[in-house]
């Protein structure tokens, strides 16, 4: 997942930070048959972070790293019926503009998924910063949105003996970043 922002400062401070995968989490949240939430995380993401008057974030998931824990799931979602990971094995997000009011951000921008990219507001907070043993000063950002699954082609569903459907079409996405300052 990726922000870049063209506009006021933000609390982020200022300079350039990667995520570290192994300390950030993208993930979704939709409930299945409307009864439990069921989760779904990517693990291997990658990203910048620009703090300072002009922040910006940007940053990318490996799509066939996402897990739900559930292989035959899981096999399913990397399938064309979801997100088609032979044809798009990325997905994306760019941001076009960060602004703060204290700790607190929203983050507009582009998230592209199945090739398919559209704007959308992420809400959160810069978490702070802190100085790991190593040495490496770091920074924390904590965002989500929810989004319609439907506008990326994300159509697949099945219809319920009672009516309705298995899935909803609103998907919570929700990020966790912890990124070190570059050299």
């Known amino acids: 997942m990726s922000i870049l ?3 006021s400062a933000t609390a982020i401070p200022a300079g350039t930070w990667s995520i570290d995968p192994a ?24 990203g910048t972070i620009v ?4 922040s910006s974030l940007k940053g990318a998931v490996d799509v066939s790293s996402i897990t739900t824990f559930d292989e035959s799931r899981d096999a399913h979602l990397r399938s064309p019926e ?3 990971v032979e044809r798009y094995p990325e997905l994306t ?15 507009e921008g582009e998230l592209t998924i199945k090739g398919i990219a559209k704007a959308v507001t992420l809400t ?15 920074v924390g950002v ?4 929810v989004v319609n699954r439907a506008e990326w082609a994300l159509n697949w569903n099945a219809p319920l ?19 070190v300052r570059a050299a």
């Open 5 to 7: 922002a063209e506009s």
């Open 51 to 54: 703090g300072g008057e002009l």
């Open 23 to 46: 300390h950030s989490a993208v993930e979704f949240h939709v409930k299945h048959l409307g009864l439990a939430t069921i989760k779904g995380r990517a693990p291997v993401v990658s």
């Open 124 to 138: 959160g907070a810069f978490v702070g910063t802190g100085t790991d043993p190593w040495g490496n000063e770091r």
């Open 161 to 179: 003996p009672g009516g309705g459907f298995l899935l909803p079409d609103r998907v919570k996405l929700t990020a966790t970043f912890s990124a």
């Open 82 to 84: 979801f997100f088609d």
């Open 142 to 145: 904590d965002l989500e949105t």
């Open 93 to 107: 997000f760019t941001s076009s503009a960060i602004t703060g009011d204290g700790d607190e951000l929203t983050v």
